[in-house]
T-cell receptor
Framework: GAGVSQSPSNKVTEKGKDVELRCDPI?????LYWYRQSLGQGLEFLIY????????KSGLPSDRFSAERTGGSVSTLTIQRTQQEDSAVYLC?????????????FGPGTRLTVL | KNEVEQSPQNLTAQEGEFITINCSYS?????LHWLQQHPGGGIVSLFM???GKKKHGRLIATINIQEKHSSLHITASHPRDSAVYIC??????????FGTGTRLQVFP
């Protein structure tokens, strides 16, 4: 069966531009998570969706970051006015229900480079 | 001090060796995950546990809730086990907190 997919796999953008990253979770998974991994750093939690609502947005680093999820499926992470420190791999994961009760399945990530 | 500490940070082994990676945490948790990140960046969830021990193939994960400690063991290690192994805990506030990972290299 299909796993979690993310697009694009790589994105290079200029400082100040907006970017949208997409995540398609595993079909039927109600919980969806966004993380990022900066170069040489560990994973950092960004936001968690249960269905279409986001009970926990505490990890979003600034108000330039936003995310939405529609139809309980696809999610987009939007970064406005990108900065060089936004360069990282952005990972999406989904789980059957969440967050405490099930394993998370990770997508391949989107590598974002802000020049 | 990080809430999740892993040791060692780097580990080199010869094929066939028994490997142990340790994870200690300082917060109350509802579950602990062991993840494997391949050199290409993909992440695979190995285990999720809240007590006791789990085994999958050559991998064994244990957790001691009282001591706030977990170990990941790899028996009969193989070069394809080379990866970064990440410990992550789900805190009582339902946040996932990650360790910085252990980079394992297994040589033939």
């Amino acid at each position: 069966g299909a796993g979690v997919s993310q697009s694009p796999s790589n994105k290079v953008t200029e400082k100040g531009k907006d970017v949208e990253l997409r995540c398609d979770p595993i079909s039927g998974h109600t919980a969806l998570y966004w993380y990022r991994q900066s170069l040489g750093q560990g994973l950092e939690f960004l936001i968690y969706f249960q269905g279409n609502s986001a009970p926990d947005k505490s990890g979003l680093p600034s108000d330039r970051f936003s995310a939405e999820r529609t139809g309980g499926s696809v999610s987009t992470l939007t970064i406005q006015r990108t900065q060089q420190e936004d360069s990282a791999v952005y990972l999406c994961a989904s789980s059957l229900v969440g967050p405490s009760y099930n394993e998370q399945f990770f997508g391949p990530g989107t590598r974002l480079t802000v020049l | 001090k990080n809430e999740v500490e892993q040791s060692p940070q780097n580990l080199t082994a010869q094929e066939g060796e028994f490997i142990t990676i340790n994870c200690s945490y300082s917060v109350g948790i509802s579950a602990l995950h062991w993840l494997q990140q391949h050199p290409g960046g993909g992440i695979v969830s190995l285990f999720m546990l809240s007590s006791g021990k789990k085994k999958h193939g050559r991998l064994i994960a244990t957790i001691n809730i009282q001591e706030k400690h977990s170990s990941l063991h790899i028996t009969a290690s193989h070069p394809r086990d080379s990866a970064v192994y990440i410990c992550a805990v789900r805190s009582s506030a339902d946040k996932l907190i990650f360790g910085t990972g252990t980079r394992l290299q297994v040589f033939p």
